[in-house]
């Protein structure tokens, strides 16, 4: 085997919310390393958009439009990867939700459950369906994106913060539970990456040099900096990874 071998050749890969940001990004460094990806979110124009601009720089990818809180939306998004590829390499977890930012005490009952059906069940619920695949192949890789607010939650985020919390614990246990049939699973935790989801935490100079001031490296993130780390777990590079969580923070939480 090479020293460095990232490529994903001949492999399918299924990438929740990948009509931006950091799903996009994945979906694209997957793409550059030969794998077939489906890109799934909730609309459809967003992945077709996406899906057009991976083609035309060489790759091939599938755009399919999937609630990631939808249970039986997911379910039929795998019968559909089965049916026409008849497997799956790669999962990757990224669909969130934060539909409320402000004090715990206030938060209403309809977005609790809302950021738990999709950040949390949605989450389990994907690499159930995935493992089923995997489990008939002897091999496979499931990364969820999680967050550090789910290692130490901010300030109006409570909710959100225990769904990444749970998704680092669930990691770990789909880990010991799947690694006898060959399959890794790991995690990802960003701190604040510039996208449209981050966007409240990002959108003025001001709130941009603070989170400057409390970072080592003096700034937030970029998409593709964490799709870098999404491309080492899921290729032979990171053949003796599972149930880890890369904390890809800038330093902030050193």
Same mark, same amino acid.
């Given at each position: 085997m090479p020293i460095l071998d990232f490529s994903l050749t001949d492999q399918v890969a299924l990438v929740t919310g990948a009509s931006r940001g950091i799903g996009e990004a994945i979906a694209r460094g997957f793409a550059e390393q030969g794998a077939t990806v489906v890109l799934a979110s909730r609309k459809q124009e967003g992945l077709d958009q996406v899906a057009e601009s991976i083609e035309a720089d060489g790759g091939r990818a599938v755009p399919i439009a999937c609630h990631a809180g939808n249970v039986e939306q997911i379910v039929g998004l795998f019968e559909r990867i089965e049916s026409e590829f008849g497997r799956l390499d790669i999962l990757v977890n990224n669909a969130a939700t934060n539909p409320y930012f402000g004090p715990a005490i206030d938060m209403p009952e309809w977005a609790f459950d809302k950021t738990l059906e999709v950040n949390l069940k949605g989450y389990f619920v994907h690499i159930q369906q995935a493992a089923r695949l995997m489990k008939q192949q002897g091999s496979g890789n499931v990364i969820s994106v999680a967050s550090i607010a789910g290692l130490r939650p901010g300030p109006n985020e409570l909710t959100y913060a225990l769904t990444k919390a749970a998704v680092l614990n669930m990691t770990r246990g789909w880990a010991k539970e799947l690694g006898r049939y060959g399959i890794r699973v790991n995690a990802i935790a960003p701190g604040v990456v510039e996208t449209y989801f981050a966007s409240v935490l990002v959108d003025s100079e001001e709130k941009r040099q603070a989170i400057a001031?409390?970072?080592?490296?003096?700034?937030? /993130?970029?998409?593709?900096?964490?799709?870098? /780390?999404?491309?080492f777990l899921a290729s032979k590079m990171g053949s003796y990874v599972t149930g880890a969580t890369i904390v890809m923070d800038g330093g902030s939480s050193a």
């Open positions: 001031s409390r970072t080592p490296v003096g700034r937030h /993130a970029q998409p593709n900096e964490i799709a870098g /780390a999404a491309v």
